[in-house]
C-alpha cells in the first residue's frame, strides 16, 4: 500500500515538474504583424502587438470599446535576426511569434533584399506560411498603427483580414505568404504583392480623422527579380481573370450608368504557330443597379464590353513596359504545352502576342426605382 501510495506522488510530482516551463498567456507579448525595412546597409524590423482581450471582446458581442492599444516594436541589426534578437533584449515581456498573421515588406526590401527575408522566413520555426503579405512605401510603423472603424481593433483592418474587401470590391487578389512563395520561383508569368498606405481624412471619427490602411497597387516580381510598383490603375484587367473576383462594380457614360458585374469568367486561348500567340474570352453577367437616362440594354452591353476591353489593353501596356507578364498569361503553354515551346519561346511575352480579345457581356437583370 504504501508502495502504491509513494508512486502516486512520484507521478503528480513529475507532472507539477512537467509544468513549470510553461508561460503564462499573460506573461507574453503576442506579435500579430511583423514589418521588415532595410536601410544604410542594416535591416530595420517593426513589431505589431494587439490586446487580445479587446479582440476577444469584440467576437464575444461585447459591443464597443475604447481605442483598442496598439504596441509597436523597432529595432535595427546587420542582419534581420541581429535585430530581432536586440528587440528581445529590450522586451518587458518575452516576444511570441506563433500569432504572425501579416508580413509587410518595405519596397527597398522588395528592391534589394528579398532573398535573405525569404530565407529568414524559411528558417525561422514560428513563422507560418500562411500570413497574409504586403509591401509599402510609406513608413511601415504608420501602416501598423491603421485604424478601424468604431474602434475597432487593428486586427479587424486590411493589413489583417482582406477577405470583405475581396468579396465586395474585387480590386486584386490579396493572398498568403505560401502562394507567393509557390509563384516566386515559377519561370513565367509574374506575381503582385499587393501595396497598402494610409489614407487619412476620407473618413471621421465625431470629427476626427481616421487613418485607414487601404490597397494602392502592388509590386511585382517576376523570374525572382523586383520589376516595379503598378497602381490599381495600371492592373485594372486583372480582375477579370481571378477566379475570386465575383463582383465588380463599373459606372459607365461619365457615371450615369452604374452596375455590377457577377462571376466574370476569363480564359485563355493558345494559339499555335512559330510562337505562341493568344486569344483572350471574357464573358460575364451583369445587373444594372443604376441608369440615370433609361439607356438601352444594348447600348449598355456594347459600352461594357469595350470598357472590359480598355482595362484589359491598359494592363497589357503595363506588362511591356515591365517586362513582367501580369496576366499570367504565358502560364497556361508553360503549364501544358511545354513540348511544343521551349521556355525562352514561352517566356517571350509581349502585347503583340494577343492576336484578339473578345467580351461577351450579357444584362441579366435592371433594377428599377420608385421615384
Known sequence: MRKKF?????????????????????????????????????????????????IAKQEGGSGLLQSAPILIGQSKGKSIQAAISKLEQNAALPLYYGHVNTILLSKNVLEKELPLVIEFIGQNPFLRYNCWLYGTNSDIKEVLLGEGFFNY?????????????????????????????????QAVGAYIIPSIDIKKGEFLDDKKPINIVTLTGGYAISQQKYKGWVSKQDIVGLKWFSKEA????????????????????????????????YQLNVKANAVVVYNEENMSVNKIEEELSQQIKNQIEKTLNKSDELKADLLNISEKPYRYQNKTWDKNTINDFKKDLIKDIRVKVIIKETINYKR
Open 246 to 277: 465575383t463582383d465588380i462594380p463599373l459606372s459607365l457614360f461619365k457615371e450615369r450608368v452604374s452596375v455590377t458585374l457577377k462571376n466574370p469568367k476569363g480564359t485563355i486561348k493558345v494559339l499555335q504557330g512559330r510562337n505562341p500567340s
Open 6 to 54: 509513494l508512486l502516486m506522488v512520484s507521478c503528480l510530482l513529475l507532472a507539477l515538474a512537467g509544468c513549470t516551463g510553461i508561460k503564462d498567456i499573460q506573461n507574453q507579448s503576442y506579435i500579430t504583424a511583423l514589418g521588415l525595412d532595410y536601410s544604410n546597409g542594416e535591416f530595420i524590423v517593426f513589431t505589431q502587438s494587439l490586446n487580445f482581450s479587446n
Open 153 to 185: 481593433p487593428s486586427y479587424y483592418t486590411l493589413l489583417h483580414r482582406p477577405e470583405p474587401l475581396i468579396r465586395n470590391n474585387f480590386i486584386m487578389p490579396i493572398e498568403k505568404y505560401n502562394r507567393f512563395i509557390s509563384k516566386y520561383y
